[in-house]
């Protein structure tokens, strides 16, 4: 069997990452940082297999490149990939998914922390500790408070893995979960599921962890907000467009929420006229540029398992190569 031809169409969007030189054992591999519209074409014409993080592959795309037979998407949502058109036109797509569960789960609670004041002021207790603590009259020096999560009320919107990992994490720090499924089909008996607008009157800290789709889309805007406590927090690491950007931006201007933090935009990048970049007190949003999933050890696993699907698609259709 020949070595199939291989193109990562958008390589920098992993980053380094030290396993991507084991796909060259897989077949003649090109690397490109990224690819806009018009190099999709003449970078896919003549590649058995491509990869794409973000990179459109359209009908027009799939038409004009007949030798294509593999389509790895290098996340888990494939909004960029025409799946059905590729399939009809007998090429198979593959994605990954429960590669960084851990890492997006891990960024929640840290936005979680920051923006409700729980995260404990280390640099000021290590200062303390280095230059004043051998002149203290007791063992312990109570400086800036911090809290835990104790007794927090967490809404989750979307009870998927990532949920149910964030859920597990402040269940065991004590705070108290309940949960919205978008899909109406998603059960839980750990957790109590209701209803959204109970969840929003409920809860002290909202996050989202939802895929967007026609369920989804424009799922928060100034209807819901005003439903949360004019101290709740609300944070979304599901996907941009499932928060209404104009109306958050509205709401915390009106204080009808204490704050935001958001992981995923409508755009991305973020527009110059963004109206989350025009927020009066832009202390009380925390923006991160998409890195939720993009955690070292995430990026690794995404790459070992874009090997393996590869790897398996090779050995199930020898001939096709």
Known sequence: MKKPKIAFLDANTV??????????????????????????????????????????????VINRCPELKLICIAAT????????????????????????SNSVAWLTLAMMSNLAKLNVPL???DNYAKTEYIYSETFCHIGPAFQDFEGKQVG?????????????????LGAEICYYSTSGKNNNDEFERIELSELLTRSDIVTIHAPLNEQTKNLITIEELKLMKKSALLINMGRG????????????????????????????PILIDSPL?????????????????????????????????ISQFLLENPNLI
């Open 77 to 100: 949502g494939t909004n960029n990939v025409d799946i059905e058109f590729a399939e009809k036109n007998n090429i198979r797509v593959k994605n990954v998914v429960n590669y960084s």
């Open 123 to 125: 640099n000021y207790y």
């Open 277 to 309: 970049l025009k927020i009066k007190n832009m202390e009380k949003i925390l923006i991160t540029p998409h890195i939720g999933w993009a955690s070292v050890q995430a990026r690794r696993n995404l790459i070992n398992r874009i090997y393996d699907n």
């Open 15 to 60: 980053g380094v990452v030290p396993e991507i030189k084991n796909l060259e054992k897989l077949g003649h591999v090109t690397l490109y940082p990224g690819t806009t519209i018009d190099q999709t074409c003449d970078r896919i014409l003549g590649q058995d297999i491509i990869i794409t993080n973000k990179v459109v592959i359209d009908a027009s």
């Open 156 to 172: 989750i919107i979307g009870l998927g893995n990532i949920g149910t990992k964030v859920a597990n994490v402040l269940s065991n």
């Open 241 to 268: 467009g499932i928060v209404n950007e104009t109306d958050l931006a509205q709401a915390i201007d009106e204080n009808l929420i204490a704050a935001a933090g958001v992981d995923v935009l409508e755009n991305e």
